[in-house]
């Protein structure tokens, strides 16, 4: 191995050296402890038969510790002024393709069928804090071949992933990640571990797919909205929360029907449902779509 980025001595002379200026927008924290890069890529289990996909490589850390492992690396990198930095550090490496693009805008779907055939991917990743979730519920929604996304969040966020029914923390995020896929927390990762530091603790969270869903819901589609309308206003009731927000699809008398149909109580909240109430409901109001 050449000698790692991931040093604080390695990262401050690549970025005086290029007289890089972190941009605040794009989440620029960088990782500068070689344990818990070591960590995320032990627990991404990946191997020479792996096609990645990074968000973000930043100056390169990661990724070089990735493409030490991996068949092959792709890395998706939004900030201009990175590109040339990253050809440089990663020069040693003939199995990176460096990407620069809006990890939001890239058509993830084509470059896994062109460099993996279709093939699952593992998606390993320091995200940009200030699209989280856009960034993990694109790679669900879009049916991406993936068989795990291997990611350091805000440790709030990887919080939320894993909260109980009628906590603060549970939300439509929690519901989805249950959905689609299983979470593990790798590792909690304090401030001084990045370069300049946040504000707040981040974790390493490690998301395996599912083969198949847990529940079965007939309307997948049908499923999130209701989902994302019963949190939309978390303080009103179930009922409420759907007929204000769903009103195009459902009447209020419906709603009352198809919660009645199966067991719930007139005035419950939505926080207070777990995903199987969810996919129920889901599966009830599916036949009052109007
Ligand atoms: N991987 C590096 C590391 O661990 O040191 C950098 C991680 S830093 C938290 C997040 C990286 O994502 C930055 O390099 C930032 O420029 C990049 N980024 C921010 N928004 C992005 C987007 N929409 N698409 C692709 N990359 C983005």
């Known amino acids: 191995i050449t000698e790692p980025i991931a040093s604080p001595k390695r990262t401050i002379e690549i970025i005086k050296k290029y007289d890089f200026a972190f941009q605040k927008k794009f989440g620029q924290n960088f990782l500068i402890d070689h344990h818990v890069l070591n960590k995320i890529v032990t627990s991404s289990e990946i191997s020479k038969d792996d096609v990645v996909v990074e968000i973000g490589p930043g100056i390169g850390s990661l990724t070089q510790q990735l493409a030490e492992n991996a068949k092959h690396v792709i890395a998706v990198e939004i900030d201009k002024k990175l590109i040339p930095i990253l050809e440089d550090t990663l020069s040693d490496y003939s199995n990176i393709t460096i990407i620069n693009e809006d990890i939001l805008k890239v058509d993830l779907g084509k470059l896994v069928e062109e460099k993996n055939n279709n093939k699952p991917i593992k998606v390993v990743a320091n995200l940009p804090y200030y699209i989280t979730t856009p960034i993990i519920m694109g790679l669900f929604e879009k049916n991406i071949p993936i068989t795990s996304i291997t990611v350091m969040v805000q440790k709030e966020v990887a919080d939320r992933m894993r909260a109980e029914p009628s906590t603060k923390d549970y939300g439509a995020l929690t519901l989805a990640i249950k959905y689609y896929c299983d979470p593990y927390i790798v590792a909690n990762v304090p401030p001084n571990c990045f370069i300049p530091r946040p504000k707040i603790g981040s974790a390493v969270i490690k998301l395996t797919k599912h083969t198949s869903p847990p529940v079965k819901v007939d309307n997948e589609k049908l499923l999130f909205r209701i989902i994302r309308a019963s949190f939309n206003q978390r ?12 009103q195009e699809m459902f009447e209020k008398s419906d709603i009352r029907q ?18 199987e109430e969810f996919s129920n409901l889901t599966n ?7």
Do not use: Y
């Open 235 to 246: 303080r009103k009731t179930l009922i409420n929360g759907l007929s204000n927000n769903l």
């Open 258 to 275: 198809a919660m009645d149909n199966i067991g719930l109580q007139s005035n419950i909240r939505g926080e207070a449902l777990n995903l």
């Open 284 to 290: 009830e109001l599916n036949k009052f779509i109007k």
